[in-house]
Nanobody
Framework: QVQLVESGGGLVQPGGSLRLTCSASGSSFGTFGLSWHRQAPGKERERVAV????????YYSNSLNGRFTVWRANDKNAAYLQMNSLQPNDPAVYYC??????????WGQGTQVPVSS
């Protein structure tokens, strides 16, 4: 069992930066693939970044244009999402997901990232 808690969301100005943290409890954190997703009001949940268990493999949505960076610290049971050059289309609830195969799939409760206009 893995429990995930996202934090770091908050109001920022367009062009600003924010760092989200996904803190995990439970064992074997380093065996899970992690991903960040976001869901804006009225839209489907969108996967924005993925990082493999060791942190060497990453994937980003093309829509981000290199503005986000994901990394993890397995010794701290944590993963991070650095968001730079925030745009008006970035506001959403951001979720952390941990997955191992098809059997283990865990979600956090999400953290709100509103961007002021």
């Amino acid at each position: 069992q893995v429990q995930l808690v996202e934090s770091g969301g908050g109001l920022v100005q367009p062009g600003g930066s924010l760092r989200l943290t996904c803190s995990a409890s439970g064992s074997s954190f380093g065996t899970f693939g992690l991903s960040w997703h976001r869901q804006a009001p009225g839209k489907e949940r969108e996967r924005v970044a993925v990082i493999g268990p060791t942190g060497t493999d990453t994937y980003y949505s093309n829509s981000l244009n290199g503005r986000f960076t994901v990394w993890r610290a397995n010794d701290k049971n944590a993963a991070y999402l650095q968001m730079n050059s925030l745009q008006p289309n970035d506001p959403a609830v951001y979720y952390c997901n941990a997955r191992l195969g098809s059997r283990y799939n865990y979600w956090g409760q999400g953290t709100q990232v509103p961007v002021s206009s």
